[in-house]
């Protein structure tokens, strides 16, 4: 299709827009290599506006690139709770340590990707801003602003349209600024070029976009949309053990599917979704050890991503065997304790914990 204005021809507009518009955001503010680590790691699948929320207490805490190194990494999972995908959390802590045992930081998009956690996006993000690389960054704002810019009729996702959105975000990259360029693109996405509502008269690039300049064309028809997955129902059966010492608490492995790395009730999948309380039982025994007694409990339906849970929420009783005081790791894997309410507080969880123990009365067990 005809493009009626280069991308090169559109860089300054869009440079000059984003001076202009660009939102107050506070790692804007910074220009600490640590504290812009910390926010490109947080913005990789979390909304601006919650990362804003949760930004400043979490350098709070950890203030410098050595105090994140130094850390135990469940609390930098504690300071994470609220914004979710927890193993974002722990690759950070990863690469801190990485980090703080080096003479120099990166000075490329390649050096930054050799770190845990640093994508793509994430590499092309820190090197234009750091290093003054250019090198574009694609993420859903900026693959959705492109897309449209190309009136492209393939996925994002597909080789050949990602190969051809990457060459035009780098030709929009200004080579004196590329990090705000990169900024500039992907704040279009968010203010002007959304989703349901784009607003094309605002928009810096809608003199070369031709989604918006070609009759018969819908902005809102790109970019071309993908086979989505089919959701899946997964059944399972949650136990709420309670004793003096506190609440019995399970920390997923790192590499489950849903809940990675975070402190759940022990919890077991059902195949069919109406098991008996018994048979529940016997389940949570060859996964967590222990003799268990289950009553009948209510339940609770949660989504995580394409998944729709149906979770049985029951008090329960456990009785370890001769000699211990939690049940082994068995086939569930993670860790398993005790732990008071208030230091439930403090660990790396989910909605979902809240939503089951809100589901079932207080219960003390033997």
Same mark, same amino acid.
């Given at each position: 299709?005809?493009?009626?204005?280069?991308?090169?021809?559109?860089?300054?507009?869009?440079?000059?827009?984003? !001076?202009?518009?660009?939102?107050?955001?506070?790692?804007?503010?910074?220009?600490?290599?640590?504290?812009?680590? =910390?926010?490109?790691?947080?913005?990789?699948?979390?909304?601006?506006?919650?990362?804003?929320?949760?930004?400043?207490?979490?350098?709070?805490?950890?203030?410098?690139?050595?105090?994140?190194?130094?850390?135990?990494?469940?609390?930098?999972?504690?300071?994470?709770?609220?914004?979710?995908?927890?193993?974002?959390?722990?690759?950070?802590?990863?690469?801190?340590?990485?980090?703080?045992?080096?003479?120099?930081?990166?000075?490329?998009?390649?050096?930054?990707?050799?770190?845990?956690?640093?994508?793509?996006?994430?590499?092309?993000?820190?090197?234009?801003?750091?290093?003054?690389?250019?090198?574009? =960054?694609?993420?859903?704002?900026?693959?959705?602003?492109?897309?449209?810019?190309?009136?492209?009729?393939?996925? %994002?996702?597909?080789?050949?349209?990602?190969?051809?959105?990457?060459?035009?975000?780098?030709?929009?990259?200004?080579?004196?600024?590329?990090? !705000?360029?990169?900024?500039?693109?992907?704040?279009?996405?968010?203010?002007?070029?959304?989703?349901?509502? %784009?607003?094309?008269?605002?928009? %810096?690039?809608?003199?070369?976009?031709?989604?918006?300049?070609?009759?018969?064309?819908?902005?809102?028809?790109? %970019?071309?949309?993908?086979?989505?997955?089919?959701?899946?129902?997964?059944?399972?059966?949650?136990?709420?053990?309670?004793?003096?010492?506190?609440?019995?608490?399970?920390?997923?492995?790192?590499?489950?599917?849903?809940?990675?790395?975070?402190?759940?009730?022990?919890?077991?999948?059902?195949?069919?979704? !109406?098991?008996?309380?018994?048979?529940?039982?016997?389940?949570?025994?060859?996964?967590?050890?222990? !003799?268990?007694?289950?009553?009948?409990?209510?339940?609770?339906?949660?989504?995580?991503?394409?998944?729709?849970?149906?979770?049985?929420?029951?008090?329960?009783?456990?009785?370890?065997?001769?000699?211990?005081?939690?049940?082994?790791?068995?086939?569930?894997?993670?860790?398993?304790?005790?732990?008071?309410?208030?230091?439930?507080?403090?660990?790396?969880?989910?909605?979902?914990?809240?939503?089951?123990?809100?589901?079932?009365?207080?219960?003390?067990?033997?």
């Amino acid at each position: 299709m005809l493009q009626l204005v280069s991308p090169e021809r559109l860089s300054e507009g869009l440079l000059d827009w984003f !001076d202009r518009w660009r939102r107050d955001l506070p790692w804007r503010r910074s220009e600490d290599p640590y504290e812009i680590l =910390v926010a490109e790691v947080m913005l990789q699948q979390t909304r601006g506006e919650v990362v804003a929320s949760r930004y400043p207490g979490f350098l709070e805490t950890f203030p410098t690139l050595d105090a994140l190194a130094g850390a135990a990494v469940e609390q930098v999972e504690a300071a994470w709770s609220g914004l979710g995908y927890y193993r974002r959390a722990r690759n950070l802590h990863r690469a801190a340590r990485v980090l703080a045992r080096r003479t120099e930081l990166p000075g490329s998009a390649a050096e930054w990707s050799e770190l845990p956690g640093v994508g793509p996006y994430t590499s092309a993000m820190l090197a234009s801003r750091l290093d003054g690389e250019c090198v574009p =960054v694609l993420d859903g704002n900026v693959e959705r602003v492109l897309s449209r810019f190309l009136a492209s009729s393939l996925p %994002p996702g597909r080789a050949e349209a990602r190969r051809n959105l990457l060459a035009t975000a780098a030709r929009l990259l200004d080579p004196e600024r590329p990090g !705000d360029s990169n900024q500039a693109l992907m704040e279009v996405g968010s203010l002007v070029c959304r989703r349901q509502r %784009p607003n094309c008269g605002a928009c %810096p690039l809608s003199p070369g976009c031709a989604a918006f300049s070609t009759a018969g064309l819908d902005p809102r028809d790109y %970019p071309a949309r993908p086979r989505r997955r089919a959701r899946e129902t997964v059944h399972c059966f949650t136990a709420v053990v309670r004793r003096d010492v506190g609440l019995l608490l399970h920390r997923r492995p790192g590499d489950a599917e849903w809940l990675a790395g975070r402190w759940h009730l022990p919890t077991v999948e059902l195949g069919r979704g !109406d098991e008996s309380a018994g048979e529940a039982a016997t389940l949570l025994g060859e996964a967590f050890g222990g !003799d268990w007694k289950c009553e009948d409990g209510a339940v609770v339906r949660h989504a995580i991503t394409y998944r729709d849970f149906f979770v049985r929420v029951a008090v329960a009783h456990w009785r370890p065997g001769p000699g211990l005081e939690a049940p082994g790791p068995g086939s569930a894997g993670g860790e398993l304790g005790w732990f008071a309410p208030e230091e439930i507080d403090e660990l790396p969880t989910s909605s979902l914990l809240r939503k089951s123990l809100a589901s079932i009365p207080i219960h003390s067990g033997p």
